[in-house]
């Protein structure tokens, strides 16, 4: 057994196109789009030897490895490890890294926490909140999108709505980037990352504790199942840590890659602008169009097929969602961003039984920032570049100088 960044080389059938391709060069994961292209150009599937594994990005192949499972398991690893033959740099995640029948007990839990009621609870503050987020950033005039909005109205509620009592947008920014990083190879961004795990994990352990939360959150929720021999107490602080490792992160840059695509396409936000009910479209076509997480792995748990493709058992499969949510066999004029669109079944939020347990609140929270946009900005002017920020799994902006002009 030949071992590639901790996972198994398997055998490939002869017939798969064979790319020399980096996945996560720095030029890559900054512009992905001529590599999504080429990716899905070149078949159904392709093996990349650097990394030794099978990549995906048509939306039907994409869709089904995806989703299926059984045959396609997330419990050794979402990232290139192999769990079976490699120990990861931390306890695996008991939602984002496990199968049923454990992920069922898990998911349970984090469910009931996240419900629909428990949500929409929270409209209300989450609106006034934005509300003022955007009086505030029409008042500065010019500011970064990223650090001033779609940064700061997250970490704003949602911590707070777990429960937490001390937070640091910086650390929990941190800690999503540091978690996401770890999924790829080992480079020297991976590195650099794993490097403020001394900093960053220590303090997320002790704010995610039971006595450090405050009551009626989400986290206080998880440790009643605790109490009612659903879960461990190690199991529950697990599951609130996964809230903010998930939930902080991929808001954060679904939010701003929204206001990127407004930005660029003003007669979409005229669109906004006239219907704010739109608020929620927009967001899913941005999340369709820009993919905040551009790819996540899974293992071959047999030998099997897809699409008339053999697959051994074994195989590490890179699930290049952002290629997938691209797809002109699926998206009619897909390279376009069209909040009118309504992208039912876009593979932004994961699909099946690993689909996002946090989308709904992700949604909340878009809605409420995007619909007072909508209410009070006249128009978005982008000042010079934005600066795409580099991420193993994330799709992030790194940076990106905004007017917002008053209506």
């Known amino acids: 057994m030949q071992l590639v960044e901790d996972h198994i080389r398997t055998l490939i059938a002869a017939d798969i196109p064979i790319w020399d391709v980096d996945p996560y060069a720095t030029e890559v994961l900054q512009t992905p789009e001529p590599y999504y292209t080429e990716l899905r ?58 199968d049923p029948p454990y992920h069922t007990r898990t998911r349970t839990v984090i469910s009931r926490a996240l419900s629909p009621r428990a949500v929409n609870d929270l409209k209300d503050a989450f609106a006034a909140k934005a509300d003022a987020l955007i009086t505030e950033l029409l008042d500065l005039g010019e500011f970064d999108a990223v650090d001033d909005l779609a940064e700061a109205f997250p970490v ?32 020297e961004r991976r590195s650099k990352w794993l490097e403020k795990a001394s900093e960053i994990v220590p303090w997320i352990m002790e704010q995610c504790k039971r006595e450090s939360l405050s009551p009626g959150g989400f986290g206080a929720t998880i440790y009643a199942a605790a109490d009612a021999d659903e879960l461990t107490e190690e199991e529950a602080g697990m ?63 047999v030998d099997t097929t897809v699409g008339g493709v053999p697959i051994s058992r074994d195989t590490k499969i890179l699930c290049v969602l952002g290629a997938a949510n691209l797809d002109e066999r699926k998206w009619l004029n897909a390279d376009r961003f069209d909040i009118e669109r309504r992208p039912t079944g876009h593979l932004a939020f994961g699909v099946g039984i690993h689909g996002c347990v946090g989308q709904i609140v992700a949604r909340a929270e878009a809605e409420a920032i995007l619909t007072a946009i909508a209410q009070k900005v006249y128009s978005i002017d982008i000042i010079g570049e934005p600066v795409w920020r580099p991420n193993h799994a994330i799709h992030a902006l790194d940076s990106m100088r905004v007017r917002f002009n008053r209506r």
């Open 41 to 98: 150009e070149k078949g159904a599937f392709v093996y990349i030897p650097r990394y030794a594994l099978l990549a995906c990005g048509r939306y039907d192949e994409t869709r089904e490895v995806f989703s299926d499972w059984e045959r396609f398991v997330s419990s050794r690893g979402v990232g290139l490890a192999d769990f079976h033959v490699a120990k990861p740099w931390r306890a695996p995640s008991i939602v984002l890294e496990v």
């Open 156 to 187: 704003s509620v949602f911590p707070a709505a777990v429960g937490m009592r001390e937070i640091s947008k910086r650390m929990l920014v941190d800690y999503g980037a540091m978690a996401f990083n770890a999924l790829g190879p080992e480079n």
């Open 239 to 301: 599951l609130v840590r996964s809230l903010l490792s998930a939930g902080i992160d991929t808001t954060v840059t679904g939010i701003g890659n929204t206001i990127w695509c407004l930005g660029r396409n003003p007669e979409q936000f005229e669109k906004l602008k006239r219907d704010p009910k739109l608020a929620r479209p927009a967001f899913e076509e941005a999340l369709r169009y820009t993919s905040p997480v551009h790819s996540f792995c899974r293992t071959a748990s």
